[in-house]
């Protein structure tokens, strides 16, 4: 843990100098509450950065001074939740990747799921997304990989924004219209693609629609070239919002494929919420 401290003490001085002042201008993170919260802020920006971060890029990201941070960085360092490179920069640690299997293995909602995604996957041949609302993201649940040899990026664990994809839409829609406005309004709208919908007012008319036939599409709004079919899912009693989709290539996706994919990922969701109502509804009292 010393070294962890030593390392921190000398990206501070690094930190300090002129050259890298420029280095740490990047908007800094508001530090949840309480020491967990603090700490967990910054499990969460190393665990999400695109590339690992040192010390000063953490500096510069989160609003917490410089001994704080030293002391979160070396409690999760020496908890095995976070791991340090050779180059002094900082990675997620093999502890999570045990809690993420075990919590991805166990998730009751998922192994419910798993037997209606396969045979929506088998009836189409294409990627089916089991997706959960957290948020103003789409947390990417469960995943079946194509047949064909043009496969997605996606993965479980992954996070997606609900405004730009095909299962975040639809779960969007499960909302209540006055919950829905107010998330629509909360997003970055970043266009992805010249076909993202980056406004509330385009979203909302989309979501309308979608409200109306139970069926999302995403247009190669999130990703060129791909599209998909989706439809969301929901159990009040539960508070879960969740949605299953088909994803595939523009290219080898016809008319005929997209009205199919319509009934069949529509049949999986409704299939899905008969067994939430029936399997994690409260048990009877005796």
């Known amino acids: 843990m010393d070294r962890v401290d030593e390392l921190a003490e000398q990206a501070d001085e690094r930190a300090q100098s002129p050259s890298n002042a420029a280095a740490t201008a990047p908007s800094r993170r508001k530090p949840e509450s309480g020491t967990l919260g603090k700490a967990l802020d910054v499990l969460d920006v190393i665990?999400?950065?695109?590339?690992?971060?040192?010390?000063?890029?953490?500096?510069?990201?989160?609003?917490?001074p410089r001994g704080t941070l030293h002391r979160q960085i070396s409690n999760l360092v020496a908890e095995g939740l976070v791991a340090v490179n050779p180059d002094h920069s900082y990675v997620p640690?093999?502890?999570?990747?045990?809690?993420?299997?075990?919590?991805?293995?166990?998730?009751?909602?998922?192994?419910?799921?798993?037997?209606?995604?396969?045979?929506?996957?088998?009836?189409?041949?294409?990627?089916?997304?089991?997706?959960?609302?957290?948020?103003?993201?789409v947390i990417y649940l469960d995943k079946i990989e194509s047949k064909q040899t043009v496969r997605m990026h996606s993965q479980v664990g992954n996070a997606s924004p609900l405004y730009c994809t095909g299962v975040g839409k639809a779960m969007l829609a499960r909302l209540p219209a006055?919950?829905?406005?107010?998330?629509?309004?909360?997003?970055?709208?970043?266009?992805?693609?010249p076909t993202t919908l980056h406004t509330p007012k385009l979203l909302l008319a989309e979501i309308e629609e979608i409200r109306q036939t139970g069926i999302s599409h995403d247009r190669e709004e999130h990703e060129p070239g791909i599209r998909c079919v989706a439809a969301g899912l929901s159990d009040d009693k539960q508070g879960i919002i969740a949605g299953v989709s088909v994803t595939a290539p523009a290219f080898r996706i016809a008319d005929d494929d997209i009205e199919n994919w319509q009934v069949l990922v529509l049949q999986a969701a409704r299939a899905i919420e008969r067994d939430m109502e029936a399997r994690l509804g409260p048990r009877s009292q005796e």
């Open 47 to 64: 665990a999400l950065s695109e590339k690992p971060p040192r010390f000063t890029d953490l500096l510069g990201q989160i609003d917490q």
């Open 93 to 137: 640690g093999l502890r999570l990747l045990k809690l993420a299997a075990r919590a991805w293995s166990g998730n009751t909602f998922r192994l419910l799921a798993e037997p209606h995604i396969r045979q929506l996957h088998e009836a189409t041949g294409e990627t089916v997304h089991l997706g959960l609302m957290s948020g103003l993201e």
């Open 178 to 193: 006055e919950e829905c406005a107010k998330r629509a309004d909360q997003f970055e709208y970043f266009r992805h693609t």
